[in-house]
């Protein structure tokens, strides 16, 4: 049988392990400060992805508060950007994890955080290996969404340590007879007053009545609901004749035959509703930059998302915490990527109520600022700094497990 002391020049060796008392001392299972930690962060890092773009915020949030960060992403041909040193590409997506993990381990780290998506990791028999590499390591995964289909609830019962962006995606897991750690961090914001600039631009539309989308090109989206909005406000109220909506569509290459027969959709919609000259449609995936651009030129954003019976998501936007930031007024549905978001948006649940939440924003300032300060509220205690802290509170959470 082994001593104690035989540990002493690996402790890693005994994270994650059950030991009888009298085997163990307190002294091995010292917790690191903060500031001490090195963290590996896997993700598809620098891609045309809303995981890429969480990853890359609470990146820069955390940075600041460890000793060191690893980034372990997939393989990609097409980037958005350039690699730093401390960027290391070693898997690829479906295929085996097992050279990630080894990569991850020689690297020696203290806390794992791995993003996960299904269409990242579709694999369930790979990622389980992963899990299993992993087990006397700190670490958790982020699962950015949570369905109620029985094959993607036993996706995630390997996982031991589960964080989700949602109360109800917490429910969800549990109804169906998880027994993991599961910890709910709120889906991070940039408030208002981290933003560079984000005053009006000047009115280049020419119309006071400029409504945006933006995100991927996917059913779920909505925006057969927005369509039908803004034919109702422009055949019931004469101040919308000539009503402006543009969606931009998103891409990559993962993606691309849905988004198309998407824009065919939308096209033989937008043709049947008589709406060719309120309606554009830009196929482009956006920087950051000029995104900021278009929301700053807006009069308002939209987000009308619909729950499909068959698909449905436990989840958060990214997307619309960035149109909060940038101080325009939001409207989302009561799809469940906005549960989070109950008593700060308005969420209409189908084409009539959306088009009246419309026409209360253009006609009301009061109610206009009303969502405005709920917004700027919602952003402040929401923040990716708070984000990144309540992440690196559960490497404690764990190890004291």
């Known amino acids: 049988m082994s001593r104690p002391i035989e540990y002493k020049d690996d402790l890693t060796l005994l994270v994650g392990k059950r030991l009888p008392h009298q085997f163990t001392r307190v002294e091995d299972y010292s917790v690191k400060p903060m500031s001490e930690l090195r963290v590996a ?31 372990f992403s997939e393989d990609a041909v097409f980037k958005t950007g350039e690699d730093t040193p401390e960027v290391h590409r070693c898997w690829n997506r479906g295929e085996s994890l097992l050279p ?59 996982v031991r340590n589960v964080v989700v962006h949602s109360q109800q995606a917490k429910d969800v897991l549990l109804k169906y007879g998880h027994n993991n750690n599961i910890h709910v961090i709120p889906h991070g914001c940039i408030p208002q007053y981290q933003m560079h600039d984000i005053s009006e631009l000047w009115n280049i539309c020419h119309n006071p009545y400029t409504i945006m989308q933006f995100g991927f090109g996917f059913q779920y989206k909505g925006v057969e609901r927005a369509l039908e909005a803004i034919h109702y406000l422009k055949n019931h109220d004469p ?53 900021s651009l278009y929301l700053r030129l807006a009069k308002l954003a939209i987000f009308p998302y619909v729950t499909s019976p068959n698909n449905t998501v436990y989840a958060a936007s990214g997307a619309i915490r960035v149109a909060m930031s940038h101080g325009i007024p939001v ?38 600022d009303e969502l405005l300060a709920k917004a700027t509220r919602f952003l402040a205690q929401n923040s990716w700094d708070f984000a ?5 509170n559960l490497y404690v959470t764990i190890l004291s497990a």
């Open 331 to 368: 409207i989302a549905s009561d799809a469940h990527l906005f549960d989070d978001l109950e008593g700060v948006v308005p969420r209409p649940n189908d084409h009539i109520s959306l088009s009246k939440q419309i026409d209360a924003v253009f006609s009301s300032r009061e109610y206009r």
């Open 100 to 158: 990630l993990a080894k990569k991850v381990i020689d690297w020696n780290p203290d806390f794992i955080i791995v993003q996960h998506e299904f269409g990242i990791f579709p694999n369930l028999f790979y990622l389980m290996q992963l899990m299993e590499q992993f087990s006397t390591i700190p670490y958790v995964v982020t699962m950015h969404s949570v369905f109620e289909h029985l094959d993607k609830i036993v996706y995630s019962d390997s």
């Open 41 to 71: 962060l896997i993700c598809n890092w620098l891609t045309k992805c809303g995981i890429s773009t969480y990853s890359q915020y609470l990146h820069g949030a955390m940075k600041p508060l460890v000793k060191e960060i690893g980034i």
């Open 239 to 291: 101040k919308f004749k000539n009503i402006y909506y543009f969606y931009l569509l998103s891409e990559n290459e993962y993606t691309r035959h849905a988004h198309d027969e998407y824009y065919r959709t939308l096209m033989e919609k937008i043709k049947t509703l008589g709406l060719e000259p309120n309606v554009a449609i830009n196929r482009k995936f956006q920087t950051n930059k000029m995104l």
């Open 388 to 392: 990144a802290k309540q992440y690196l």
